[in-house]
T-cell receptor
Framework: AQSVTQLDSHVSVSEGTPVLLRCNYS??????LFWYVQHPNKGLQLLLK??????LVKGINGFEAEFKKSETSFHLTKPSAHMSDAAEYFC?????????????FGDGTTLTVKP | DADVTQTPRNRITKTGKRIMLECSQT?????MYWYRQDPGLGLRLIYY???????NKGEISDGYSVSRQAQAKFSLSLESAIPNQTALYFC????????????FGSGTRLTVV
C-alpha cells in the first residue's frame, strides 16, 4: 500500500523569499517520488523525480527536493520565489516494483506569491 | 504539436447523455491513463492501459468506460453522464518504467448539467 500527504493545502510567500512545500509518504517498498506543477488552466508538468539515485534531486526552475527515508519525507524547496511560481503543486508516490504502474497523488498545495 | 492531445478542451453536456473524451499521443509510450481532478482531491485514476490489449480499472471506474483504439489513442466514455462527473479530466502517458514520470495532456473540463 502507498499513500502521500501534502501537509499544507495553501502556502503564501513573498517574492524573493524561500519556498517550502511539505510532503510525507508511505510505501511498502522502494518508492519513486515526484513533484508536479499545475498552472491555471494547464496540465501537470513534471518538476523533478527521485528514483533511488541521489537523495537531493534538482528540478526545473530552480526547485529541488530531498528524499529522507528516515522521515518518509520529500519536501520541495526553492531559495527565492518568483511570481511565475504561483501554481498548484502535487507530490506523487509510486511503488516502483509492485504497484503495476499506478501512482498516488497528494491533494495538492496551492502556492501564492505576493509582490 | 503537443505530445499528448486531448479533445475537446471544454464540454458542457446534459444529464443522461453519452459523451466521449479523446486522447492521442506522439510519445510512443505503451502506457496510457485517464485521471479525474476535483478541487482539493488531487488526481484519481479512472482507467489505465499498458498496451492495446491490456486495460485495467482504476480506483473510480464506475460510470466510465474506455477504448484503446491504437497504441497512440485512448478514449474515455461516460455512458450516461451525471452532474457529479463534472470535473477536469486528464490523459497521461508513461514509459514502461514508471519512475520516469508521466506526460500529461492539457485536460478536458467537463460540465454535466
Amino acid at each position: 500500500a502507498q499513500s502521500v500527504t501534502q501537509l499544507d493545502s495553501h502556502v503564501s510567500v513573498s517574492e524573493g523569499t524561500p519556498v517550502l512545500l511539505r510532503c510525507n509518504y508511505s510505501s511498502s517498498y522502494s518508492p519513486s517520488l515526484f513533484w508536479y506543477v499545475q498552472h491555471p488552466n494547464k496540465g501537470l508538468q513534471l518538476l523533478l523525480k527521485y528514483t533511488s539515485a541521489a537523495t537531493l534531486v534538482k528540478g526545473i526552475n530552480g526547485f529541488e527536493a530531498e528524499f529522507k527515508k528516515s522521515e518518509t519525507s520529500f519536501h520541495l524547496t526553492k531559495p527565492s520565489a518568483h511570481m511565475s511560481d504561483a501554481a498548484e503543486y502535487f507530490c506523487v508516490v509510486s511503488d516502483r516494483w509492485t504497484n503495476a504502474g499506478k501512482s498516488t497523488f497528494g491533494d495538492g498545495t496551492t502556492l501564492t506569491v505576493k509582490p | 504539436d503537443a505530445d499528448v492531445t486531448q479533445t475537446p478542451r471544454n464540454r458542457i453536456t446534459k444529464t443522461g447523455k453519452r459523451i466521449m473524451l479523446e486522447c492521442s499521443q506522439t510519445k510512443g509510450h505503451d502506457r496510457m491513463y485517464w485521471y479525474r481532478q476535483d478541487p482539493g482531491l488531487g488526481l484519481r485514476l479512472i482507467y489505465y492501459s499498458f498496451d492495446v490489449k491490456d486495460i485495467n480499472k482504476g480506483e473510480i471506474s464506475d460510470g466510465y468506460s474506455v477504448s484503446r483504439q491504437a497504441q497512440a489513442k485512448f478514449s474515455l466514455s461516460l455512458e450516461s453522464a451525471i452532474p457529479n462527473q463534472t470535473a477536469l479530466y486528464f490523459c497521461a502517458t508513461s514509459e514502461d518504467r514508471l519512475h520516469y514520470g508521466y506526460t500529461f495532456g492539457s485536460g478536458t473540463r467537463l460540465t454535466v448539467v
